[in-house]
Protein backbone atom coordinates (compact mmCIF):
# COMPACT_ATOMS: atom_id res chain seq x y z
CA UNK A 1 0.00 0.00 0.00
CA UNK A 2 1.15 3.33 -1.25
CA UNK A 3 1.97 6.12 1.87
CA UNK A 4 0.24 9.78 1.35
CA UNK A 5 2.45 12.90 3.30
CA UNK A 6 0.54 15.32 3.68
CA UNK A 7 2.18 17.17 1.23
CA UNK A 8 0.66 14.77 -1.25
CA UNK A 9 -2.76 15.14 -0.14
CA UNK A 10 -2.26 18.75 -0.41
CA UNK A 11 -0.95 18.58 -3.64
CA UNK A 12 -3.81 16.61 -5.00
CA UNK A 13 -6.02 19.43 -3.27
CA UNK A 14 -4.57 22.24 -5.03
CA UNK A 15 -4.78 21.03 -8.03
CA UNK A 16 -8.39 20.22 -7.90
CA UNK A 17 -9.24 23.83 -6.01
CA UNK A 18 -8.02 25.06 -10.05
CA UNK A 19 -11.57 23.69 -11.08
CA UNK A 20 -13.38 25.24 -8.37
CA UNK A 21 -11.79 28.32 -9.05
CA UNK A 22 -12.69 28.22 -12.79
CA UNK A 23 -16.14 27.16 -12.24
CA UNK A 24 -16.67 29.99 -9.56
CA UNK A 25 -15.56 32.32 -12.48
CA UNK A 26 -17.77 31.00 -15.09
CA UNK A 27 -20.79 30.94 -12.58
CA UNK A 28 -20.03 34.56 -11.54
CA UNK A 29 -19.68 36.11 -14.88
CA UNK A 30 -22.70 33.86 -16.70
CA UNK A 31 -24.60 34.95 -13.73
CA UNK A 32 -23.95 38.52 -13.63
CA UNK A 33 -24.77 38.56 -17.19
CA UNK A 34 -28.00 36.69 -17.17
CA UNK A 35 -28.58 38.61 -13.83
CA UNK A 36 -28.45 41.86 -16.02
CA UNK A 37 -30.85 40.76 -17.90
CA UNK A 38 -33.30 38.93 -15.47
CA UNK A 39 -32.33 43.15 -13.71
CA UNK A 40 -33.84 44.49 -16.57
CA UNK A 41 -37.07 42.31 -16.68
CA UNK A 42 -37.68 42.67 -13.29
CA UNK A 43 -37.18 46.63 -13.12
CA UNK A 44 -39.15 47.37 -17.06
CA UNK A 45 -42.23 48.71 -17.48
CA UNK A 46 -44.45 46.16 -19.17
CA UNK A 47 -45.94 44.30 -16.24
CA UNK A 48 -45.66 40.80 -17.99
CA UNK A 49 -42.03 40.88 -17.75
CA UNK A 50 -41.66 42.35 -14.54
CA UNK A 51 -43.80 38.86 -13.46
CA UNK A 52 -41.87 36.33 -15.36
CA UNK A 53 -38.33 37.92 -13.43
CA UNK A 54 -40.57 37.59 -10.04
CA UNK A 55 -41.10 33.91 -10.61
CA UNK A 56 -37.62 33.29 -11.48
CA UNK A 57 -35.94 34.68 -9.01
CA UNK A 58 -38.56 33.27 -6.42
CA UNK A 59 -38.14 29.26 -7.96
CA UNK A 60 -34.38 29.83 -8.00
CA UNK A 61 -34.27 31.46 -4.14
CA UNK A 62 -37.09 29.08 -2.82
CA UNK A 63 -35.36 25.61 -3.91
CA UNK A 64 -32.31 23.79 -3.18
CA UNK A 65 -29.54 24.49 -5.24
CA UNK A 66 -29.13 20.80 -5.34
CA UNK A 67 -32.32 20.07 -6.70
CA UNK A 68 -31.44 22.95 -9.44
CA UNK A 69 -28.36 20.92 -10.06
CA UNK A 70 -30.23 17.33 -10.58
CA UNK A 71 -33.08 19.14 -12.83
CA UNK A 72 -30.44 20.50 -14.99
CA UNK A 73 -28.12 16.97 -15.19
CA UNK A 74 -31.31 15.07 -15.47
CA UNK A 75 -33.28 17.20 -17.78
CA UNK A 76 -30.58 18.36 -20.67
CA UNK A 77 -30.55 14.41 -20.53
CA UNK A 78 -34.62 13.96 -21.63
CA UNK A 79 -33.57 16.32 -23.84
CA UNK A 80 -31.51 13.56 -26.11
CA UNK A 81 -28.08 15.53 -24.80
CA UNK A 82 -25.38 13.51 -23.47
CA UNK A 83 -24.58 16.02 -20.53
CA UNK A 84 -21.45 15.90 -18.72
CA UNK A 85 -21.22 16.93 -14.97
CA UNK A 86 -19.54 20.36 -15.99
CA UNK A 87 -21.76 21.43 -18.46
CA UNK A 88 -24.85 20.97 -15.91
CA UNK A 89 -22.92 22.63 -12.79
CA UNK A 90 -22.30 25.28 -15.24
CA UNK A 91 -26.25 25.95 -16.67
CA UNK A 92 -27.51 25.55 -12.86
CA UNK A 93 -24.81 27.42 -11.07
CA UNK A 94 -25.36 30.46 -13.68
CA UNK A 95 -29.32 30.30 -13.27
CA UNK A 96 -28.35 29.93 -9.52
CA UNK A 97 -26.15 33.20 -9.56
CA UNK A 98 -28.47 35.45 -11.93
CA UNK A 99 -31.59 35.46 -9.48
CA UNK A 100 -29.47 36.03 -6.37
CA UNK A 101 -27.44 38.84 -7.96
CA UNK A 102 -30.20 40.41 -9.79
CA UNK A 103 -32.18 40.41 -6.94
CA UNK A 104 -29.30 42.30 -4.99
CA UNK A 105 -28.83 44.94 -7.64
CA UNK A 106 -33.35 45.66 -7.54
CA UNK A 107 -31.96 46.57 -4.21
CA UNK A 108 -29.58 49.07 -5.60
CA UNK A 109 -31.43 50.17 -8.12
CA UNK A 110 -34.39 50.66 -6.04
CA UNK A 111 -32.28 52.44 -3.30
CA UNK A 112 -31.52 55.46 -6.49
CA UNK A 113 -33.87 58.28 -5.53
CA UNK A 114 -37.33 58.53 -7.31
CA UNK A 115 -36.62 62.37 -8.53
CA UNK A 116 -33.48 61.26 -10.43
CA UNK A 117 -35.86 58.80 -12.55
CA UNK A 118 -38.22 61.41 -13.00
CA UNK A 119 -35.79 64.41 -14.23
CA UNK A 120 -34.40 61.85 -16.88
CA UNK A 121 -37.14 60.95 -18.06
CA UNK A 122 -38.73 64.55 -17.76
CA UNK A 123 -35.25 65.15 -20.28
CA UNK A 124 -36.76 62.63 -22.77
CA UNK A 125 -34.84 59.82 -22.22
CA UNK A 126 -36.59 56.53 -22.87
CA UNK A 127 -36.12 53.51 -20.32
CA UNK A 128 -32.97 52.38 -21.98
CA UNK A 129 -31.15 55.59 -22.22
CA UNK A 130 -32.44 55.95 -18.02
CA UNK A 131 -30.83 53.13 -17.46
CA UNK A 132 -27.76 53.14 -18.92
CA UNK A 133 -26.88 56.95 -18.34
CA UNK A 134 -28.39 57.90 -15.05
CA UNK A 135 -29.72 55.07 -13.02
CA UNK A 136 -26.98 52.60 -13.21
CA UNK A 137 -23.86 54.25 -12.82
CA UNK A 138 -25.23 55.32 -9.36
CA UNK A 139 -26.59 51.86 -8.47
CA UNK A 140 -22.94 50.56 -9.26
CA UNK A 141 -21.56 52.09 -6.62
CA UNK A 142 -23.88 50.12 -4.04
CA UNK A 143 -23.72 47.50 -5.93
CA UNK A 144 -20.12 46.64 -5.17
CA UNK A 145 -20.11 45.10 -1.42
CA UNK A 146 -22.57 43.08 -1.78
CA UNK A 147 -22.12 41.75 -4.95
CA UNK A 148 -18.75 40.84 -3.81
CA UNK A 149 -20.11 39.39 -0.78
CA UNK A 150 -22.11 37.71 -2.79
CA UNK A 151 -18.91 35.86 -4.51
CA UNK A 152 -18.35 33.60 -1.44
CA UNK A 153 -21.57 32.14 -1.76
CA UNK A 154 -20.65 31.39 -5.53
CA UNK A 155 -17.38 29.84 -4.39
CA UNK A 156 -19.39 27.73 -1.96
CA UNK A 157 -22.01 26.72 -3.99
CA UNK A 158 -19.71 24.75 -6.26
CA UNK A 159 -19.03 22.20 -3.44
CA UNK A 160 -22.22 21.54 -4.33
CA UNK A 161 -21.74 20.15 -8.24
CA UNK A 162 -19.17 17.32 -6.72
CA UNK A 163 -22.60 15.31 -5.67
CA UNK A 164 -23.64 15.11 -9.71
CA UNK A 165 -19.77 14.07 -10.05
CA UNK A 166 -17.94 17.42 -11.19
CA UNK A 167 -14.24 16.96 -10.01
CA UNK A 168 -13.39 20.01 -8.26
CA UNK A 169 -12.34 20.23 -4.52
CA UNK A 170 -14.82 18.57 -2.51
CA UNK A 171 -14.80 16.03 -4.86
CA UNK A 172 -10.83 15.58 -4.85
CA UNK A 173 -11.25 15.57 -0.81
CA UNK A 174 -14.10 12.39 -0.78
CA UNK A 175 -11.43 10.38 -3.08
CA UNK A 176 -8.41 11.56 -1.14
CA UNK A 177 -10.66 10.21 1.65
CA UNK A 178 -10.62 7.06 0.54
CA UNK A 179 -7.80 6.18 -0.77
CA UNK A 180 -5.80 7.67 2.55
CA UNK A 181 -8.65 7.13 5.16
CA UNK A 182 -7.58 10.42 6.90
CA UNK A 183 -10.70 11.94 6.85
CA UNK A 184 -10.08 14.65 9.96
CA UNK A 185 -7.17 15.89 7.96
CA UNK A 186 -8.23 15.92 4.91
CA UNK A 187 -11.54 17.62 5.36
CA UNK A 188 -9.74 19.95 7.12
CA UNK A 189 -7.58 20.40 4.78
CA UNK A 190 -10.13 21.32 2.08
CA UNK A 191 -11.90 23.61 4.58
CA UNK A 192 -8.97 25.48 4.87
CA UNK A 193 -8.48 26.03 0.97
CA UNK A 194 -11.71 27.47 1.10
CA UNK A 195 -11.20 29.59 3.49
CA UNK A 196 -8.57 30.83 2.01
CA UNK A 197 -10.43 31.52 -1.34
CA UNK A 198 -13.52 32.78 0.65
CA UNK A 199 -12.09 34.83 3.30
CA UNK A 200 -10.38 37.41 1.19
CA UNK A 201 -13.79 38.11 -0.58
CA UNK A 202 -15.84 38.68 2.65
CA UNK A 203 -13.35 40.87 4.12
CA UNK A 204 -12.33 43.00 0.79
CA UNK A 205 -16.67 43.20 1.05
CA UNK A 206 -16.87 44.77 4.36
CA UNK A 207 -13.97 46.57 3.86
CA UNK A 208 -15.74 48.29 0.69
CA UNK A 209 -18.53 48.60 2.63
CA UNK A 210 -16.84 50.54 5.06
CA UNK A 211 -15.29 53.06 2.62
CA UNK A 212 -18.75 53.82 0.98
CA UNK A 213 -20.45 54.45 4.34
CA UNK A 214 -17.91 56.82 4.92
CA UNK A 215 -18.47 58.54 1.87
CA UNK A 216 -22.01 58.75 2.09
CA UNK A 217 -22.00 60.27 5.94
CA UNK A 218 -19.83 63.05 3.98
CA UNK A 219 -22.77 64.14 1.76
CA UNK B 1 -39.67 13.34 -24.42
CA UNK B 2 -42.92 12.62 -22.45
CA UNK B 3 -43.07 13.15 -18.48
CA UNK B 4 -44.48 10.15 -16.00
CA UNK B 5 -45.80 11.22 -12.97
CA UNK B 6 -47.27 7.63 -12.37
CA UNK B 7 -45.34 6.51 -9.48
CA UNK B 8 -46.23 8.90 -7.64
CA UNK B 9 -48.88 7.02 -5.75
CA UNK B 10 -47.05 4.56 -4.80
CA UNK B 11 -43.88 6.49 -3.50
CA UNK B 12 -45.96 9.41 -2.04
CA UNK B 13 -45.71 8.01 1.69
CA UNK B 14 -41.37 7.14 1.15
CA UNK B 15 -42.11 11.07 0.12
CA UNK B 16 -43.87 12.08 3.10
CA UNK B 17 -41.52 9.94 5.33
CA UNK B 18 -38.70 12.29 4.00
CA UNK B 19 -40.50 15.54 4.64
CA UNK B 20 -40.88 14.61 8.18
CA UNK B 21 -37.22 14.19 8.55
CA UNK B 22 -36.57 17.41 6.88
CA UNK B 23 -38.90 19.06 8.93
CA UNK B 24 -37.44 17.95 12.14
CA UNK B 25 -33.50 18.81 11.34
CA UNK B 26 -34.66 22.57 10.58
CA UNK B 27 -36.61 22.47 13.81
CA UNK B 28 -34.19 21.11 15.86
CA UNK B 29 -31.33 23.18 13.78
CA UNK B 30 -33.66 26.40 14.03
CA UNK B 31 -34.20 26.23 17.81
CA UNK B 32 -30.60 25.16 19.11
CA UNK B 33 -28.73 27.46 16.21
CA UNK B 34 -30.57 30.44 17.26
CA UNK B 35 -29.81 29.75 20.78
CA UNK B 36 -26.39 29.51 19.74
CA UNK B 37 -26.12 32.49 17.78
CA UNK B 38 -27.52 34.76 20.49
CA UNK B 39 -25.12 33.60 22.59
CA UNK B 40 -21.78 33.95 20.59
CA UNK B 41 -24.11 37.44 19.63
CA UNK B 42 -23.78 38.40 23.31
CA UNK B 43 -20.30 37.14 23.21
CA UNK B 44 -18.64 39.53 20.56
CA UNK B 45 -21.39 42.09 21.80
CA UNK B 46 -21.18 42.44 25.04
CA UNK B 47 -19.05 39.43 26.62
CA UNK B 48 -15.38 39.25 27.80
CA UNK B 49 -12.82 40.35 25.42
CA UNK B 50 -11.20 37.12 24.89
CA UNK B 51 -14.33 34.98 24.45
CA UNK B 52 -15.50 37.30 22.19
CA UNK B 53 -12.62 37.21 19.85
CA UNK B 54 -12.86 32.95 20.25
CA UNK B 55 -16.62 33.50 18.86
CA UNK B 56 -15.27 35.74 15.79
CA UNK B 57 -13.01 33.10 14.62
CA UNK B 58 -15.77 30.30 15.16
CA UNK B 59 -17.86 32.53 12.75
CA UNK B 60 -15.59 33.26 10.02
CA UNK B 61 -14.01 29.59 10.13
CA UNK B 62 -18.38 28.56 9.23
CA UNK B 63 -19.10 31.17 7.21
CA UNK B 64 -16.62 31.41 4.74
CA UNK B 65 -16.61 27.42 3.76
CA UNK B 66 -19.27 25.16 2.56
CA UNK B 67 -21.79 23.79 4.18
CA UNK B 68 -21.35 20.25 2.59
CA UNK B 69 -17.51 20.21 4.02
CA UNK B 70 -18.75 20.94 7.56
CA UNK B 71 -20.98 18.13 7.13
CA UNK B 72 -18.33 16.05 5.91
CA UNK B 73 -16.31 16.97 8.49
CA UNK B 74 -18.67 16.64 11.10
CA UNK B 75 -19.76 12.84 10.12
CA UNK B 76 -16.17 11.69 8.85
CA UNK B 77 -13.64 13.66 10.37
CA UNK B 78 -14.99 13.70 14.38
CA UNK B 79 -14.97 10.22 14.63
CA UNK B 80 -11.18 10.10 14.56
CA UNK B 81 -11.37 12.09 17.82
CA UNK B 82 -13.68 9.47 19.21
CA UNK B 83 -16.79 11.77 18.60
CA UNK B 84 -19.26 9.22 16.56
CA UNK B 85 -22.26 10.37 15.50
CA UNK B 86 -25.59 8.80 13.69
CA UNK B 87 -26.26 10.63 10.14
CA UNK B 88 -28.93 12.27 12.06
CA UNK B 89 -27.27 13.47 14.87
CA UNK B 90 -24.57 14.73 12.14
CA UNK B 91 -27.05 16.34 10.27
CA UNK B 92 -28.26 18.33 12.94
CA UNK B 93 -25.08 19.27 14.77
CA UNK B 94 -23.13 20.53 11.11
CA UNK B 95 -26.72 22.53 10.81
CA UNK B 96 -26.70 24.03 14.02
CA UNK B 97 -23.42 24.90 13.75
CA UNK B 98 -23.92 26.68 10.32
CA UNK B 99 -26.78 28.87 11.74
CA UNK B 100 -25.40 29.26 14.70
CA UNK B 101 -22.56 31.58 13.19
CA UNK B 102 -24.76 33.00 10.96
CA UNK B 103 -27.52 34.64 13.33
CA UNK B 104 -24.66 35.19 15.78
CA UNK B 105 -23.82 37.89 12.65
CA UNK B 106 -27.41 39.09 12.53
CA UNK B 107 -28.17 39.19 16.36
CA UNK B 108 -25.38 40.87 16.61
CA UNK B 109 -26.11 43.70 14.37
CA UNK B 110 -29.74 43.93 16.03
CA UNK B 111 -27.64 44.46 19.92
CA UNK B 112 -25.68 46.59 18.49
CA UNK B 113 -28.50 48.85 17.25
CA UNK B 114 -29.74 49.13 20.75
CA UNK B 115 -29.54 52.89 22.06
CA UNK B 116 -26.82 53.15 24.61
CA UNK B 117 -30.14 54.84 27.14
CA UNK B 118 -31.23 51.11 26.73
CA UNK B 119 -28.76 49.80 28.69
CA UNK B 120 -28.49 52.42 31.20
CA UNK B 121 -32.24 52.33 31.76
CA UNK B 122 -31.66 49.20 32.80
CA UNK B 123 -29.09 49.39 34.88
CA UNK B 124 -30.62 52.19 36.53
CA UNK B 125 -33.27 49.44 37.83
CA UNK B 126 -30.32 47.86 39.51
CA UNK B 127 -30.44 45.38 36.83
CA UNK B 128 -27.24 42.87 36.56
CA UNK B 129 -26.16 43.02 33.32
CA UNK B 130 -26.91 39.48 31.92
CA UNK B 131 -30.71 41.00 33.27
CA UNK B 132 -30.26 43.91 31.41
CA UNK B 133 -29.23 41.55 27.88
CA UNK B 134 -32.13 39.20 28.71
CA UNK B 135 -35.29 41.59 29.71
CA UNK B 136 -34.40 44.69 27.82
CA UNK B 137 -32.11 44.11 24.99
CA UNK B 138 -32.19 40.95 23.59
CA UNK B 139 -36.10 40.95 22.60
CA UNK B 140 -36.19 44.12 20.38
CA UNK B 141 -32.41 43.35 19.12
CA UNK B 142 -34.46 40.05 17.77
CA UNK B 143 -37.49 41.83 16.84
CA UNK B 144 -35.08 44.42 14.43
CA UNK B 145 -33.52 41.51 12.95
CA UNK B 146 -36.42 39.19 13.10
CA UNK B 147 -36.56 39.11 8.60
CA UNK B 148 -33.12 38.68 8.16
CA UNK B 149 -33.12 35.73 10.49
CA UNK B 150 -35.61 34.25 9.28
CA UNK B 151 -34.48 34.69 5.59
CA UNK B 152 -31.27 32.77 7.17
CA UNK B 153 -33.26 29.99 8.71
CA UNK B 154 -35.23 29.36 4.93
CA UNK B 155 -31.59 28.88 3.64
CA UNK B 156 -30.63 26.66 5.79
CA UNK B 157 -33.86 24.32 5.16
CA UNK B 158 -32.69 24.74 1.55
CA UNK B 159 -28.88 23.71 2.30
CA UNK B 160 -30.17 20.79 4.43
CA UNK B 161 -30.75 19.10 1.19
CA UNK B 162 -26.92 17.93 0.88
CA UNK B 163 -27.40 16.22 3.91
CA UNK B 164 -28.16 12.89 1.86
CA UNK B 165 -24.97 12.90 1.28
CA UNK B 166 -24.33 11.56 4.76
CA UNK B 167 -26.98 8.76 3.82
CA UNK B 168 -29.21 11.08 6.59
CA UNK B 169 -32.94 9.81 5.10
CA UNK B 170 -34.28 13.54 4.79
CA UNK B 171 -36.11 14.65 1.27
CA UNK B 172 -33.37 14.38 -1.01
CA UNK B 173 -32.72 10.91 0.13
CA UNK B 174 -36.01 9.79 -0.64
CA UNK B 175 -35.85 11.07 -3.92
CA UNK B 176 -32.58 9.79 -4.83
CA UNK B 177 -34.17 6.49 -3.74
CA UNK B 178 -37.08 6.67 -5.77
CA UNK B 179 -35.62 7.62 -8.95
CA UNK B 180 -33.56 4.47 -8.34
CA UNK B 181 -35.95 2.47 -8.26
CA UNK B 182 -38.45 3.85 -11.09
CA UNK B 183 -35.89 5.32 -12.93
CA UNK B 184 -37.84 8.73 -13.76
CA UNK B 185 -35.20 11.22 -12.28
CA UNK B 186 -36.25 14.24 -13.55
CA UNK B 187 -39.51 13.76 -12.60
CA UNK B 188 -38.75 12.69 -9.06
CA UNK B 189 -36.58 15.91 -8.90
CA UNK B 190 -39.41 18.50 -10.40
CA UNK B 191 -41.95 17.44 -7.47
CA UNK B 192 -39.29 16.96 -4.87
CA UNK B 193 -37.91 20.65 -5.65
CA UNK B 194 -41.97 21.84 -5.69
CA UNK B 195 -42.10 20.16 -1.98
CA UNK B 196 -38.84 22.08 -1.04
CA UNK B 197 -40.68 25.16 -2.72
CA UNK B 198 -43.50 24.62 -1.10
CA UNK B 199 -41.85 24.13 2.49
CA UNK B 200 -39.98 26.83 2.40
CA UNK B 201 -42.60 29.07 1.37
CA UNK B 202 -44.49 27.64 4.21
CA UNK B 203 -41.22 27.96 6.59
CA UNK B 204 -41.13 31.70 5.65
CA UNK B 205 -45.19 32.10 6.83
CA UNK B 206 -45.03 30.32 10.20
CA UNK B 207 -41.55 32.08 10.88
CA UNK B 208 -43.80 35.21 10.69
CA UNK B 209 -46.25 34.40 12.66
CA UNK B 210 -43.43 33.25 15.06
CA UNK B 211 -42.79 37.04 15.07
CA UNK B 212 -46.05 38.13 15.30
CA UNK B 213 -46.62 36.04 18.60
CA UNK B 214 -43.01 37.11 19.94
CA UNK B 215 -43.03 40.54 19.43
CA UNK B 216 -46.29 41.30 20.06
CA UNK B 217 -45.27 45.26 20.84
CA UNK B 218 -45.88 46.78 17.46
CA UNK B 219 -44.19 50.46 18.24
CA UNK B 220 -41.18 48.84 19.58
CA UNK B 221 -38.98 50.10 16.31
Redesign the interface.
Known amino acids: MTEFTTWDILRNLLLAARWTILLSLVSFIGGGLVGVAILFMRTARAKGLRRFAWAYIE?FQ???????L??AF??L????LDVPAWLAAGVALILWTAAFLSEIWRGCVEAIHKGQWEASSSLGMGYFQQMRHVILPQALKIAVPPTVGFS?QVV??T??T??IGFVEL?KA??VV?NATF???TV??L??LI??AL??PL?KSSQILERRLNVAHRNH | ?RLDFGWLAEYAPVLLKGVGITLQLIAVGALIGIALGTACAWARALGPRWLGRIVAVYV??I????????L??VF??????GLQLSELQAANLAMIINLGAYSCEIIRAGIQATPRGQFEAGASLAMKPLQVFRHVVLIPALQKIWPALSSQV?IVL?????VS?IAAEDL?FA?NFIQSRNFR??ET??V??LI??AL??ALRQALRGVGWWLFPIRALR
Not at chain 1, 62 to 68: F, R, W, Y
Request: charge should be positive; glycine fraction near 10%.
Open positions: LGTPLLMQFLFGGLLGVKASLSISGTTLPFYGVAYFCWS | MELRNTPFLIQFFFGLPSLVLGSAVQTAAFYITTYLAL
